[in-house]
């Protein structure tokens, strides 16, 4: 199956400091989201971002099919930014969509 | 609405009880999926229902049993379930399952005693 690998896994930030990301995949893809998990569990979509790039508000991404990678850009970060940060892809051949392992981001005030 | 509600948020059963997990959608969508995260590990996907069937099971234990009753209704049938099982438990929709990004519910955490 197709492999997603994120990085830095952890990432700690002074608030008002800015970050990139990164997701690298192994296989093309069709499919490609980030995502933001809250202490609560819930899994927002941030992006919906099989390639290109796309702005919202402090949040930018970028996807290179065919380079396979995609990066997350936070500016200006708060500290409701902490959380984990997902990658998520599905290959063009399947119906699955996998994770990658995660980005712990902590902002401190 | 743009949203999946999955009900309830917290559930803690014993390993003879018999529970159900509850998922809805009112986005139109035709897939939906089950997924399984640990604690400070990425999601698993565990089911995919498509137009309503079973398309994928990921060897998951018999433990477990999916339900579609209709396009936005989604259900998964607990029962005999070990303390390993503990979990939050993730439903999602997408506009299919070949295309187009995925909608996640609020999660059920699950603990099993």
């Known amino acids: 199956g197709i492999q997603v690998e994120q990085s830095p896994p952890d990432l700690i930030l002074q608030e008002g400091a800015n970050s990139t990301l990164r997701c690298n995949f192994s296989?093309?893809?069709?499919?490609l989201q980030w995502f933001h998990q809250n202490p609560w569990g819930q899994l927002i979509n941030l992006f919906y971002?099989?390639?290109g790039t796309k702005q919202n508000g402090r949040l930018s991404a970028t996807t290179v099919a065919t380079e396979r990678y995609s990066l997350l850009y936070i500016s200006s970060s708060q500290t409701t930014d902490s959380g984990v940060y997902f990658c998520a892809v599905r290959e063009t051949s399947g119906s699955r969509l996998t994770f990658g392992e995660g980005t712990q981001l902590t902002v401190n005030p | 609405d743009t949203e999946v509600t999955q009900t309830p948020k917290h559930l803690v059963m014993g390993m003879t009880n018999k529970k159900s997990l509850k998922c809805e959608q009112h986005?139109?969508?035709?897939?939906m999926y089950w997924y399984k995260q640990k604690a400070k590990k990425p999601p698993e996907l565990m089911f995919v229902y498509s137009y309503e069937k079973l398309s994928i099971n990921e060897s998951v234990p018999s433990r477990f049993s999916p339900e579609c009753p209709n396009s936005s209704l989604l259900n998964l049938h607990l029962h005999a379930l070990q303390p390993e099982d503990s979990a939050l438990y993730l439903c999602?929709?997408?506009?299919?399952?070949?295309?187009?990004?995925?909608?996640f519910g609020s999660g059920t955490r699950l603990t099993v005693v």
């Open positions: 971002i099989p390639s």
């Open positions: 296989d093309s893809v069709n499919n």
């Open positions: 986005m139109g969508h035709r897939a």
């Open positions: 999602a929709s997408s506009q299919d399952s070949r295309w187009y990004g995925y909608t």
